[in-house]
């Protein structure tokens, strides 16, 4: 790839000036006050792809947000890679933890710092940059097609059935991802496996309204208590889930996988120190890497209820909320444990309240081969790039999509990605170093090399 780093070196300052008009847009998929960011988040994207060089650029509407669809075909001989990226981000809350706007981009040390710069628009705008570099200086060996959806970060409920009815459309020889991380910035990395989710929303109600905590305490069911009793109940103290069937269906991973898996590079001291904790936790008998990799989990992600507003208000709540989460790994399948998950709790839950599961969104883990010209490419492009030979690793982290598109498009995909743990994704104060960014768009480029001539 000629010229590259010169190309990189004279444009930094447009692709970080486009970068952030994306950024600036607030396309939280969550919000419905935001449905139109989504659309005008299509259309900026849309631009930049039409502008790098793509042939043509669609939007399509969904039941709920759009889908970007862009294409270049050099010759329908040729090997394609379809690029899949997601333009929708978190919501900020809490918002008075960021120390800048979190849709206004700020650079500080060397990082970009907003909500997006990592998860996903820095990544995803990197191949948007790395695709023109090839355009532009007529060095794309493949054909490319790109596809960012607007729903990610609410499950991609409406992509698999966009993705059956254009399936002709979106053939591919592999889908090229980055919305996953490295291990290290001096240590490249590739992600072969992510975990399934399933995520769902529990109610549980009480008394017909709220009631005086010092006239009824004591004699009724408080939901907020029993939804923590609840929530104790399901993890004992090995901290394994303690659902009646939640580990039938887990793969156990061989003494040799994980021996394997725990030669990554990996300091414990490090990892407390990043994210400020005394001790780490987790299921007894298992590494750090291994919790997050190659075990499922059970999380509480949202309590709510009563009151909790300034001074005090002696209530008992009518109602109580939580919304939790369950990571789960290869062979688990995402709606059989919801449905465990669900009519465990109804199970257990007294009948002084009533309690109602919702499942909310999940997908299936998914595991890549390494044995693939794609994954080999991929590597060669990291070693070219970094210096070195990429790590493989099992991410804790779950991109539900992508299993569907190995099942709806038949077709897998490789996760090159270059966020970093430190990036706080989903977290106040989301950020995403320079030096990543920039050698995305380094990388990147030298997949499609390779890539083009392993096939």
């Not at 992510?194 to 769902?200: H, I, M, N, S, V």
């Amino acid at each position: 790839m000629e010229n590259l780093k010169q190309y990189i070196e004279d444009n930094k300052q447009r692709f970080l000036d486009e970068l952030f008009e994306l950024i600036r847009i607030p396309s939280i998929s969550s919000l419905s006050e935001h449905k139109q960011d989504m659309y005008k988040a299509a259309e900026l994207w849309k631009k930049y792809l039409l502008d790098a060089g793509a042939d043509e650029a669609r939007i399509y509407d969904t039941k709920g947000h759009p889908i970007l669809y862009a294409e270049k075909i050099i010759d329908p001989k040729k090997p394609t890679v379809l690029v899949y990226g997601h333009m929708d981000v978190m919501p900020v809350d809490p918002i008075d933890l960021w120390e800048s706007e979190p849709f206004e981009p700020e650079i500080r040390d060397g990082k970009i710092y907003a909500r997006g710069a990592d998860d996903d628009k820095g990544q995803a705008f990197m191949h948007t940059k790395a695709f023109e570099f090839m355009v532009k200086t007529n060095q794309l060996p493949v054909n490319v097609k790109f596809m960012i959806e607007g729903e990610e970060e609410i499950g991609s409920p409406n992509l698999t059935k966009w993705c059956a009815e254009y399936k002709d459309m979106l053939e591919a020889d592999i889908i090229l991802v980055s919305d996953t991380g490295m291990i290290a910035q001096d240590v490249p990395s590739i992600t072969t496996g992510l975990r399934g989710l399933t995520y769902l929303q529990i109610e549980v109600t009480g008394p017909n309204r709220d009631l005086h905590s010092g006239l009824f305490g004591g004699a009724v069911a408080n939901p907020l208590n029993v939804l923590a009793d609840i929530i104790a109940k399901m993890t004992d103290e090995d901290n394994r889930v303690t659902i009646p069937g939640f580990y039938d269906d887990v793969l156990e991973a061989s003494d040799e996988e994980r021996k394997k898996l725990n030669q990554a590079p990996f300091s414990k001291e490090a990892y407390k120190k990043a994210i400020d904790v005394e001790e780490l936790d987790g299921e007894k008998g298992y590494t750090t890497i291994e919790r997050t990799g190659i075990r499922p989990s059970f999380d509480l992600c949202g309590m709510w209820g009563g009151y909790t507003g300034e001074g005090a208000k002696t209530v008992l709540p009518s109602k109580a909320y939580a919304k939790l989460s369950s990571r789960l790994v290869p062979n688990q399948d995402h709606e059989k444990i919801g449905k465990m998950i669900k009519d465990h709790i109804e199970k257990i839950a007294p009948k002084s309240v009533k309690v109602e599961v919702t499942p909310l969104h999940g997908g299936q883990a998914y595991v890549c081969p390494i044995e693939i010209p794609a994954y080999k490419a991929a590597e060669k492009a990291f070693e070219e790039a970094f210096g070195k030979m990429p790590v493989p690793v099992r991410s804790g982290g779950s991109i539900p999509i992508i299993s569907t598109f190995d099942k709806v498009l038949g077709t897998k995909s490789i996760l090159m990605g270059f966020g970093l743990e430190s990036d706080a994704i989903h977290s106040p104060n989301e950020n995403y170093p320079l030096f990543n960014f920039y050698k995305g768009i380094e990388t990147i480029p030298l997949f499609y090399k390779h890539f083009a001539e392993m096939k």
